[in-house]
């Protein structure tokens, strides 16, 4: 009779523990949203606190001309109900139209999660061109993981603000028009799906997808299995930023590869003499390899000086380089995303959000 008292004792604090550990958001309110992240922010304060999960029913989270709301807290993880139906949105005053003022999200902690929710920033972009700097997530943490979140902006979409970070991401889409990917660090794109959207109000123009600065990490943003949805404007896959901006494409699939400027990546750099800018295996919408046998490109700064000339192509042995374990080491991102989906289904289930 002890025993079986003693282990319902144990259950019951199991469960009384689990829910000091989740804060479910009032459907729809975005104070409530706001709220819990600042709750979070005060419980997860130490880098060594227990997971602890925010969950978010769908519906539309109104932030308005609210921007920079902090995730400060570690070890957090923002779970929707599904990533189209949990839509998290502000909309800046065009004249702070600024990549460092805008973010609906700014990261800050180390080891966060993000699934299954969209940010959008609503900035009214084509009322501020030729510049419409408009975050979604700005991280300055690292270690960050998101799985199916869906990103809508157009000029700075998702901001990775950490010469040091590693993150990673998974079925996630990013929207936007130029350098939309963008920012520091070693970053992990794997199943992504990036949608260019028109680049001016009437269409014209070329869309540029990332703008890295890699300088205290080795590797840059690597693009793996992703996909490229394009429908108005040209695009090319990306430029640079400063620094030593490195980015690759692995195993991409190109819904329109006619859209593709022929130069493939900007040839008119930003800010640096030299990048490492390579593709492989790039595919058509039904699975052919149209990557070109050699694709070699004369570079140079905006001002024209300092040109210099790379091969993009990436061969076989190259290729090989990039597995996660060889980025990231001992931080396994896929296994940990595996095993938060698996708690936040369960999660989902206890507290309805199915």
Known sequence: MKQLILFVACIMMSLSTLSQRVIVVEKGNAQSLLDAISKANEQNADTTAERLFILIPNGFYDLGETVLTRISGHNIALIGESMTGVVIQNKPDVKIESISKTAVFQNRGKNNYYQDLTLKNALDYYSSEPDGRAVTLQDKGTRTICNRVRMLSYQDTYYSDNEKCQNYMQDTEIHGTIDFVCGAGDVWFEGCKIVTEKRTRDGSGINIITATRTSDTPWGYIFNHCTIENDVSMFNFGRSWHTNPRCVWLSTTLLTPEKLETTR???????????????YHTMNAQGKDITPETNVVTFTLRDHTQPFTAETIMTKKEAKQYTLKHIFGNWKPDK???????????????????
Request: charged letters at 40%; zero cysteines.
């Open 265 to 279: 990546f900007d040839d008119e750099g930003m800010k640096t003499s030299g990048n490492y800018f390579k593709e």
């Open 336 to 354: 940990i995303l595996k095993k938060l989906e698996r708690q936040s289904t369960k999660l989902k289930k206890q507290y309805n959000l199915n």
